[in-house]
Nanobody
Framework: QVQLVESGGGLVQPGGSLRLSCAAF????????MGWYRQAPGNERELVAR???????NYADSVKGRFTISRDNAKKMVYLQMNSLKPEDTAVYYC????????????WGQGTQVIVSS
């Protein structure tokens, strides 16, 4: 059974940085495309970054140049390095496995809260 555990969120001032981590408990992790989503209050969950099994990456325009997604297949981990944070980045962040059409394939984890505020 697959389980996702996100961590690394917190309170940070505008312009600051955070690194989020996602631990995936399941088999064949190295074969999967993984993504980071976020959901702000009152908003739908949105995909902000994805990384394929061959390490190709894509980003939402709103985070391009500020966020970097990476993975460590040996540890079954996905990371999201977030720099130059803005108040509008405030959200609960989640990771998940994606198919080729960016559809989510696993149950959601609990997420990790990021608050960007002075």
């Amino acid at each position: 059974q697959v389980q996702l555990v996100e961590s690394g969120g917190g309170l940070v001032q505008p312009g600051g940085s955070l690194r989020l981590s996602c631990a995936a408990f399941g088999s064949f992790f190295n074969l999967f495309t993984m993504g980071w989503y976020r959901q702000a209050p009152g908003n739908e969950r949105e995909l902000v970054a994805r990384i394929t099994s061959s390490y190709n990456t894509n980003y939402a325009d709103s985070v391009k140049g500020r966020f970097t997604i990476s993975r460590d297949n040996a540890k079954k981990m996905v990371y999201l390095q977030m720099n130059s944070l803005k108040p509008e980045d405030t959200a609960v962040y989640y990771c998940n496995r994606l198919d080729s059409d960016n559809r989510v394939l696993w149950p959601w984890g609990q997420g990790t809260q990021v608050i960007v505020s002075s």
